[in-house]
T-cell receptor
Framework: DSGVTQTPKHLITATGQRVTLRCSPR?????VYWYQQSLDQGLQFLIQ???????AKGNILERFSAQQFPDLHSELNLSSLELGDSALYFC??????????????FGEGSRLTVL | AQKVTQAQTEISVVEKEDVTLDCVYE???????LFWYKQPPSGELVFLIR??????QNEISGRYSWNFQKSTSSFNFTITASQVVDSAVYFC??????????????FGQGTELSVKP
């Protein structure tokens, strides 16, 4: 158990819809990262937040957005969903800000299926 | 540009065989970090090791060992006396420290290891 909690574990929705994925980091970790794992693209970094502020951005689509709340949990919002958004979405946390890459602790992922 | 290449898509071995998973990386940074993660069939990503670019010492942890060679930009992972429980997808990843991007991992495509009894 990594200590990172993601909900929901599975989600099935239709094209055009909007979903929200939630992540609670390990106790004490200030950084939260979102990754997408798909068959086509593999594991890709989406975005990082550190103590409520966006710290680094990867290949995140404009239809996707994220935020980190004062209690440090994070949400990834996916809108206008397309079939290609079907993937496993991982949240990870660490106790570093980003300059020094510490160990990332990954949650079990949220599997999104878009029909 | 940063890139991680795991040329072996799938490897199949029989229990107790030794197996090496290859990882080659590309980066322009002088300070960077290399990682290996394991993804068992259950789907979670399990951290195995982190190595910074200034530490080329090889590391051994039980049946696992890692060989880091900057001269060839490689960070290979060897499992000695493999076991069925080692069956998983293994990912090599790179993180660059410049511009505060240290937390952004660039993953290879993964190597699926199947250990048969």
């Amino acid at each position: 158990d990594s200590g990172v909690t993601q909900t929901p574990k599975h989600l099935i929705t239709a094209t055009g819809q909007r979903v929200t994925l939630r992540c609670s980091p390990r106790s004490g970790d200030l950084s939260v990262y979102w990754y997408q794992q798909s068959l086509d693209q593999g594991l890709q970094f989406l975005i990082q937040y550190y103590n409520g502020e966006e710290r680094a951005k990867g290949n995140i689509l404009e239809r996707f957005s994220a935020q980190q709340f004062p209690d440090l949990h994070s949400e990834l919002n996916l809108s206008s969903l397309e079939l290609g958004d079907s993937a496993l979405y991982f949240c990870a946390s660490s106790d570093t800000s980003g300059g020094d890459a510490g160990e990332l602790f990954f949650g079990e992922g949220s599997r999104l299926t878009v029909l | 540009a940063q890139k991680v290449t795991q040329a072996q898509t799938e490897i199949s071995v029989v229990e107790k065989e030794d197996v090496t998973l290859d990882c080659v990386y590309e980066t322009r940074d002088t300070t960077y970090y290399l990682f290996w993660y394991k993804q068992p069939p259950s789907g979670e990503l399990v951290f195995l090791i982190r190595r910074n670019s200034f530490d080329e010492q090889n590391e051994i942890s039980g049946r696992y060992s890692w060989n880091f060679q900057k001269s060839t930009s490689s960070f290979n992972f060897t499992i000695t006396a493999s076991q069925v429980v080692d069956s998983a997808v293994y990912f090599c990843a790179l993180s660059e420290a410049e511009d505060n991007q240290g937390g952004k991992l660039i993953f290879g495509q993964g190597t699926e290891l199947s250990v048969k009894p």
